[in-house]
């Protein structure tokens, strides 16, 4: 009967879609719209780290477990949990009543089912699967993990704040994961509809009435899921100002980024609020290719780390001095695992000794490729302050302007720039402050020899060997131990350069109340007065 009701709400809700052409509107819907900073082309959230597709995929999917907004573990889809004694076994039993967007149970095997897909792809679900014997059900509510050898951060990794393990029915959870899914059916607090979706223009969610939230206040993303609007309708508007004029007019209610130099149209109006939502910040990154001269050697990346000035380059790109700071902790000042160890003699720029340390390094004043994406405003600024750096310190410079597409193409790109005419010398790109926060989710620290990691292809044998002994660390003393053991090593290595921490506000109606504290906007807990 429960499946009847539901089935039969979903045909009724998707024949009253606002967005369908030539059906009426359902004028009782309270709905917000949302602009987000992208645009949404791909649907799957472990086939891609975009932003734009983990958000969509927070609305649609619910998870195991999740982050609060102190970054600790708490139970989500979980009822409860049991470990053995030898941390070998763990049981995790699921709070009753779950139930997909088409009305079927959610069971102990589509749980397992996109456990084991996330683990294919994901830096932490790669980690924790390393570790794993099996994941199989034991009834339709219980879930048992058995692992071959210790792994300490159990529930840290499958409570990861950004790339989630989200709970798919079966037989998606079962698709390779190197394809992405098609069908999007979830069981969280709202429902896509397909319908209605346009890539490039907009998309579409209803709150899922078969939804139970927890019984805990929203807390970041744990506690309860409390869907108060009807509908989320997000809005791709490509041009800030355009979308900028739409907040101001009351067209749309939520506007996720805007350019620093639109703030001061938005900030003292009564009907606009803005707040910063992603307390970890964002930090810029520079990326060097180690595979060929002169950045193979470590010295000439240690050199990179002399001629960045972070408050010069996160100032330039926050709209205001206080949301922009430097940060010398590897895994994130404000977070969990942040701490100074080794970083002292790197804390301030020395231009001379990075004219060293490439000369040591064998540089010859060959030019050096930059890839700058002209058309991601926050991007091109770190590569423009990151070439006239290197000029300071005596490097040729070849900047080579891009779109952002033609840059995430070219990064693949392993050949030298005197071999291949794509090769590069330094990429560049931002992280969410989240992201980067522990070695189970820090990708671009990811050391591998085996040329399967991140572009750039960093490569040391004691920063896997530090990593792996943090997964099997069961004390938290341990692990800072480890923490501060790889941040040294980070120094000496050098996969990726911080560029300092900065923030963005986003803007939204001063009729929205309970806009919540997260990586990215949510948008359960919300209410429009």
């Avoid at 939804?211 to 807390?219: G, K, N, Q």
């Avoid at 639109?262 to 606009?272: N, S, T, V, Y």
């Avoid at 206080?322 to 231009?351: H, K, N, Q």
Wanted: glycine fraction near 6%; charge should be neutral.
């Amino acid at each position: 009967m429960r499946r009847a009701a539901l089935t039969a709400f979903l045909a009724l809700t998707l024949l009253g879609s606002p967005i369908a052409d030539g059906v009426a509107q359902t004028p009782a819907r309270t709905t917000l719209r949302y602009v987000p900073v992208g645009d949404l082309r791909v649907l799957d959230p472990i086939w891609t780290s975009a932003a734009i597709t983990l958000i969509h995929a927070q609305l649609v999917y619910d998870v195991l477990v999740t982050m609060d907004s102190k970054m600790q573990p708490q139970l989500q889809m979980a009822e409860s949990y049991t470990k053995s004694s030898d941390g070998l076994r763990w049981s995790f039993t699921l709070r009753p009543g779950l139930v997909f967007h088409d009305g079927s149970p959610v069971r102990a095997r589509d749980v397992a089912a996109s456990i084991r897909r996330w683990g294919e792809r994901v830096t932490a679900g790669q980690a924790l699967m390393s570790h794993v014997a099996s994941i199989s059900p034991v009834n339709d509510r219980t879930l048992e993990i058995l692992f071959s050898r210790p792994f300490g951060p159990v529930l840290e990794a499958l409570a990861s704040p950004i790339l989630a393990p989200f709970v798919m029915r079966e037989q998606e959870a079962n698709t390779d994961a190197f394809t992405q899914i098609r069908t999007v059916i979830g069981s969280g607090p709202f429902m896509f509809v397909p319908e209605a979706f346009r890539a490039g223009d907009r998309a579409l969610y209803r709150r899922f009435p078969g939804y139970v939230p927890r019984s805990e206040p929203a807390d970041g993303y744990a506690g309860g899921k409390v869907a108060k609007i009807d509908e989320v309708e997000w809005k791709y508007l490509p041009d800030s100002s355009t979308a900028t004029q739409a907040l101001q007019t009351g067209e749309v209610d939520l506007l996720e980024s805007f350019p620093a130099d639109l703030q001061p149209l938005l900030e003292g109006r009564q009907d606009i609020k803005l707040q910063v939502l992603n307390s970890a910040g964002l930090i810029g990154t520079i990326r060097p290719n180690t595979a060929h001269p002169p950045f193979n050697d470590a010295r000439a990346r240690q050199a990179l780390l002399l001629i960045v000035d972070q408050a010069e380059f996160a100032g330039a790109i926050a709209a205001k001095p206080e949301l922009a700071r430097a940060c010398l902790a590897v895994f994130v000042c404000g977070t969990p695992y942040a701490t100074e160890v080794a970083s002292a003699p790197w804390a301030r720029t020395d231009f001379a000794r990075a004219r060293q340390l490439l000369a040591e390094a064998g540089y010859k004043g060959e030019p050096v490729v930059l890839l700058d994406p002209v058309d991601q405003p926050d991007i091109h600024m770190i590569a423009q302050l990151t070439a006239d750096a290197l000029r300071r310190a005596g490097v040729t410079v070849d900047v080579q302007a891009m779109d952002w597409s033609t840059l995430i193409t070219r990064r693949n790109t392993r050949e030298a720039p005197s071999l291949n005419p794509a090769g590069w010398h330094l990429a560049f790109t931002f992280w969410g402050g989240f992201s980067l926060s522990s070695p189970l989710h820090n990708t671009p620290l990811v050391s591998s020899c085996d040329g399967k990691n991140l572009y750039g292809w960093p490569c040391d044998a004691e920063i896997e060997r530090l990593r792996a002994a943090f997964f099997s660390e069961a004390t938290q003393e341990g692990r800072m131990r480890i923490i501060e053991a790889l941040q040294a090593r980070y120094y000496e290595t050098v996969p990726y350069v911080s560029t300092g921490i900065y923030q963005r506000s986003v803007a939204y109606r001063s009729n929205l109340h309970g806009v919540l504290t997260t990586p990215y906007p949510v948008m359960w807990n919300i209410e429009k007065r």
